[in-house]
């Protein structure tokens, strides 16, 4: 089984810097793909950034970046010029095979709190 | 339409009530989601729909039962709920072959009594 790993509960940021949240994982798949999803206080789930095993370069959308390091099995999402609507639960998530089918396993989630 | 909606968004039952949940999507996609989320916890999958046939069930307790009547519409039937069955209940779709179209509801808040 795969496993994600986030060790940052919670994460403190002002305003206008850069945050990096950490996400390593374990796989035995050559290929798999990684996802960063954000979750404000309302509970819907939002895209941010998607890392394939395969792809050349470090995935990018807007403000977000994926350090990804494959030997080091981290994709960590870096998040530049805070602003106070990044405060959310971040979670990094890993497509999972099952019978055929495919889901969503999710790390245990960091908070990011960006102060003013 | 590139929107996975749920409906209601806040839900209050008793024990010994039935309820469902509704899902829909008109992004064509062929796969959707259920997942449960506690409080400061990820997201849990449920169960999983492929091509509208029940592909993954985790284990689930009986009182909660899927059904999927087309490919746009996900329904989750709620019957003699515990309270430590409240949650946020998140519905997702994503392309048959995962890439990444996930694309996750805004959830139904459901609280036991």
């Known amino acids: 089984a795969q496993k994600i790993t986030q060790t940052q509960p919670g994460m403190f940021v002002q305003e206008k810097e850069a945050v990096t949240l950490d996400c390593t994982y374990d796989t035995s798949d050559p290929s798999y793909g990684l996802f960063w999803y954000k979750q404000p206080s309302s509970g819907e789930m939002i895209f941010l950034i998607y890392q394939g095993s395969y792809d050349q370069q470090n995935a990018t959308e807007g403000r977000y970046s994926l350090n990804f390091q494959k030997a080091r099995k981290s994709a960590n999402l870096v998040i530049s010029a805070s602003q106070l609507g990044d405060s959310a639960m971040y979670f990094c998530a890993m497509k999972e095979l099952q019978g055929g089918s495919e889901k969503l396993v999710f790390g245990k989630g960091t908070k990011l709190t960006v102060n003013p | 339409d590139t929107e996975v909606t749920q409906t209601p968004k806040h839900l209050v039952m008793g024990m010994t009530n039935k309820k469902s949940l509704k899902c829909e999507q008109h992004?064509?996609?062929?796969?959707m989601y259920w997942y449960k989320q506690k409080a400061k916890k990820p997201p849990e999958l449920m169960f999983v729909y492929s091509y509208e046939k029940l592909s993954i069930n985790e284990s689930v307790p009986s009182r909660f039962s899927p059904e999927c009547p087309n490919s746009s519409l996900l329904n989750l039937h709620l019957h003699a709920l515990q309270p430590e069955d409240s949650a946020l209940y998140l519905c997702a779709s994503s392309q048959r072959t995962g890439y990444y179209g996930y694309t996750f509801g805004s959830g139904t808040r459901l609280t036991v009594v």
């Open positions: 992004m064509g996609h062929r796969a």
